[in-house]
């Protein structure tokens, strides 16, 4: 047997930094509101037509959004989409913590 050595580095939590993608935070919270979209309208057990008639957007839009094609949808788009299924958004802007030279963008959900 050949033994091969692979190297494992930890992830930064945002895999698109961690791809060193430009606009790593901002493709991060599209992908973190798409997956939420995608979650409430499979927890509501609607077809994608359904959702597509619930957000006012056509169904190969929904089906895109669904499977994490977020280039299309800018993030004001996805927090319309996000209230057209009844969920409020709540932005909190604050102070970045001394430990971290620059500001980052989360994602969090209430239940």
Do not use: C, W
């Not at 494992?8 to 509101?33: C, H, M, Q, T």
């Not at 319309?80 to 971290?100: C, F, H, N, Q, Y």
């Not at 963008?105 to 209430?110: L, R, Y």
């Amino acid at each position: 047997m050949m033994s091969r050595n692979i190297k494992v580095a930890k992830s930064s939590g945002n895999v698109f930094a961690d791809l060193g993608l430009p606009n790593a935070d901002e493709l991060y919270a599209k992908a973190e509101l798409a997956r939420r979209i995608s979650r409430i309208i499979k927890g509501r057990h609607l077809t994608q037509k359904q959702a597509a008639d619930i957000l006012r957007i056509d169904q190969p839009k929904v089906s895109a959004l669904m499977r994490g094609h977020i280039d299309g949808f800018s993030t004001e788009r996805l927090f319309r989409l996000l209230m057209a299924l009844g969920r409020d958004i709540e932005i909190v802007v604050k102070p970045t913590p001394r430990s971290r030279s620059h500001g980052h963008v989360t994602v969090a959900a209430s239940s």
